[in-house]
């Protein structure tokens, strides 16, 4: 099979203006970005927010997935190619991808195989600037922070409480933890800092919750950014700069529309972490998508604990957005890894590992019931999969009432998808969805974490250290205990302990930190060693990338 | 009068693609970025540098300058448009605004008053993404390089002598030297390093400088980043990342068009410092528009002791690229200071400091004849000018025999550059050019310093450091004596002295570091001390920076 790139580059794209048409955008409600990218304008959006939804929105998440993920992004993708390959009019919305891990370990984040977005490569490299002004702004603060330490601190900022950090689209451990200043007083005050990886940054959560560039500019001006040496917070509208960190944004504001493999829009638009920040693409690409579109199909970060639960209980709270069904991907290698198989014999036929990793995929379903949605199970498929594998994944769905396809998107394109679209179409006939949150935001915050560690993690209950419950403490008085939760624990187990597999029960949830985002409004509650700047590995995929002298590019993958 | 802003936002601009049209580039040359930027395609630029040049190139310098500047950009702006209103056809090529500057004390980089290009707040901000994707090109560069250190060394580089910092797109002193891979042994290795302004990174340098995608990853790959234990050197291609670097740059390579406030192309193009760096836009945006264009104008960084002394020796030596006339702008205000009047008192009227800081005008007309070249005095008027003062400069001029003309663009846009357009006409038909570099590249090192500093600078000799002297025999050993020299040196003083001003005489050129830029293919030479990291002032310009509900940007200047 040829590479993702090597598809990619031997598809015809639709020129840009054809795929918007297709959308029933004017031609003054989207501006070109190359031939084959284009953004909605302001204007459009302001006009088109305010008419009613007309789409059916379709959630993709998945159980706890390998290190090399389960393949739900290329199951939205496909997805979305297989309900076109039925006829049916449907749009993907999706998150951006970072450079870091297209240069790391990951590779490309535009799907793979034949099922992709694309330009592939534009969307892999650059795009359209978003996450770039996203780390402008954010790095714009970080100067003027610092730069308010050096000239006379009139808010008595303490230096040692500032938690505003840097950020850089990149895996660069070595700027994990850093002194800056150094070299006298005309370089600034010496003092501890770090850099995120910009995805990580507060300021692409809120570039995903804003509504409107006035919300944006206000969430902006809410940032806490410091403590003064009295304890009190200090906030980014303190330093005057939120305007121009909003002005910065302006265009990233705006959603991205490309198109999939085979034709289809596709909204490509911000890409915050689904541990930090709440790992959804931008709510305005999804409101724009559900004007134009009878069937909008999007994805959240990681598994369903995280991505998922916290479009139920962030994303929805700040818009009342509800899927219509919810799809799981689970993978037979995934099961494997589950029922306890290690890394290297995942792809070797297993069925009493299957059957003993299966806990994992019913905890998923429970949970995605818990919220009172259908879910309808994609196995996405690999060529090593054993037929009498995939049969008992459906006989024990079948047990629980719960739909189930098989995707082969990224081997087959839309038509891999037609059997998942299918399923998905009669869900959506045949399933009422009910929805209902997992907590009120204004139950106490220990009350809300209770709910998500007992009844989406499996957990007997949650363990705070004293500094979180001071901060919980703190965070009450400081009227912020209304936010919702923001959970921050690996992504590589239901629990809070990454080697901890399947369904893990008899375990606590260990919070360390409450880190307030208050621009995106949420709590931050960390759980474990959580990375907000990943490495390279030894051969990072960097040294794969190549451009010829006519500017075709290879190794993105 | 109204701001640059209001200015900018009061015009309406042509779509871009009749601006390409009318430059004679077909539809397939170019592709749009919004409805008022476009970048000229790889196979277009292939297909036109093959082609003769037809247009005739006038090079904009100036005088050493005052704080604020004198106007070049307004001026190159300026004059393409009075070149419009006398019925010529004329292209403006310019180097593109950094965000650093922009938010500290400069506000924008596009012109001002009725000399400008637009969409100004794009061109100001992030405009298509180029000096992004040099960061980014950078830094990937530099984490592969601690990510090489922390994964055992095989080059055996000594982190103690990594040449390669980091670069961010800010004024940010805080990052000037930092200490990374603090936490510990999973955070990299422990080391001193530090941040550059992205426009001051060697990449930036490449990007203009490059003929083709294949010569751009080859200087890419020539970069010195380090030294081993043994103290040989290290060069970007030993990390294997440079073709990941070239794709990064893919589009950032590619020369972007926009218009002046009257309707004309406007290629924006890259933008290197013009001390540690040659200080010119791309040489491919220039080159395009000698293809494309009766009459091109074109500036370089600071004064014409920096950036146009490095157009003559060091871009002329790769493209064998000659102005035909030298604009050189110097203003009443530049004058006094240079006659010894202060910082405040320069705007008021003052025939006799005026007369004493005519050396330092006369020093850069002589320079500019050194080279064989025509020269034109543009007196670029300021509202508190007095008559009796500008007809000083002219009568000094015409002892010279140098044409002199006034400008008031940023008043009165084109019709304000009518009689510089006239000199310059005059100029290019009366006045031929004689072009001759000041040194052969294959003189020694210091043979080659001294010319600069004797000749141009107007220095008694040159001071080599004793690292600088070794740095010298270990440039020769290693092969790299033939290369061009870059002097980074203060833009404030004909000499290495910001605090000289007029035409210093007297003092040696004190050269401390030789730092070779092999991809660049110059050898920095370091003259006191050279700001490769800004900082903001106590009242950064963002604060007046801010957007509306609708998306309108204000205070940008």
Partial sequence: MPTDIEIAQSVSLRPIGEIAAHL???DDEWEPYGRTKAKVTLEALQRRLTQPRIGRLIYVTAITATAAGEGKTCTAIGLTQGLGKVGRQATVCLREPSLGPTFGIKGGAAGGGYAQVVPMEEINLHFTGDIHAVGTAHNLLAAVID???SKGNALRIDPNRVVWRRVMDMNDRELRQVVVGLGGPANGVVRETGFDITVASEVMAILCLADSITDLKERLGRMLVAYTYEGEPVYARDLGVHGAM???LRDAFRPNLVQTLEGQPAFVHGGPFANIAHGNNSILATELALRLSELVVTEGGFGADLGAEKFFDIVHGYTGLTPDVVVLVASVRALHMHGGVSKRE?????PEALLAGMPNLIRHIENVQRFGLPVVVAINRFPTDAPEEL?????R???MGVPVALSDVVARGGEGGVELAAAVLDALDQRPADFRPLYHWNLPITEKLDRLAT???????VELSPAAQKQ??????NGWGQLPLCVAKTQHSLSDDPDLKGAPTGWKLRVREIRPSLGAGFLVCLAGDVMTMPGLPTHPAAERVDIDASGRITGLF
């Fill in 397 to 399: 769905c079948a047990e």
């Fill in 346 to 350: 995942v792809e070797q036929a297993n």
């Fill in 472 to 477: 919980v403490r703190e965070a009450e008085r």
């Fill in 24 to 26: 029933g955008l004017e």
């Fill in 455 to 461: 009844q989406i993690y499996g957990a007997d209950g």
């Fill in 246 to 248: 909003a002005a910065l």
């Fill in 147 to 149: 730069n308010h330490l």
């Fill in 391 to 395: 049969e008992l994944i459906r006989t």
